[in-house]
């Protein structure tokens, strides 16, 4: 309990700089890596940015309970799995309808993560 919450605070803590850092400069900073092509993308990285930190999230808190052999936890990816699938197959007319499904999809699975890991306590 007490390293996994440690560690997600770390991580949360390092991830704090580059999401200020989207946050600030989305356009000068898609710019600067990729290139003029991509500055009109910058309305659409913070969240890409914030669905990609409920994945990461999600995904150390699922190797946790993978470690100690515990799969339970499955359930709600496979759920999530899906209801992105279903979500991008309805809702994929403009980038922000993309972003807002994948956002909504990842931080509900970080949710019944979260939720799984403090109901169990790490034990499933």
Do not use: N
Not at 9 to 18: C, G, N, S, T
Not at 85 to 105: E, K, R
């Amino acid at each position: 309990g007490r390293s996994l919450a440690g560690l997600t605070f770390a991580f949360l803590a390092l991830a704090a700089i580059p999401m200020l850092a989207f946050t600030l400069w989305p356009e000068q900073l898609l710019v600067l890596i990729y290139g003029d092509r991509f500055a009109a993308a910058a309305p659409w990285l913070i969240g890409h940015a914030l669905a990609s930190l409920a994945s990461f999230l999600s995904l150390m808190i699922a190797q946790a309970f993978a470690a100690v052999a515990r799969f339970r936890f499955l359930i709600g990816y496979a759920g999530g799995t899906v209801a992105l699938a279903l979500g991008l197959w309805l809702w994929h007319g403009t980038p922000a309808q993309v972003i807002d499904v994948t956002l909504a999809v990842k931080a509900g699975v970080l949710l019944l993560v979260c939720g799984w890991w403090g109901v169990t306590q790490g034990r499933d």
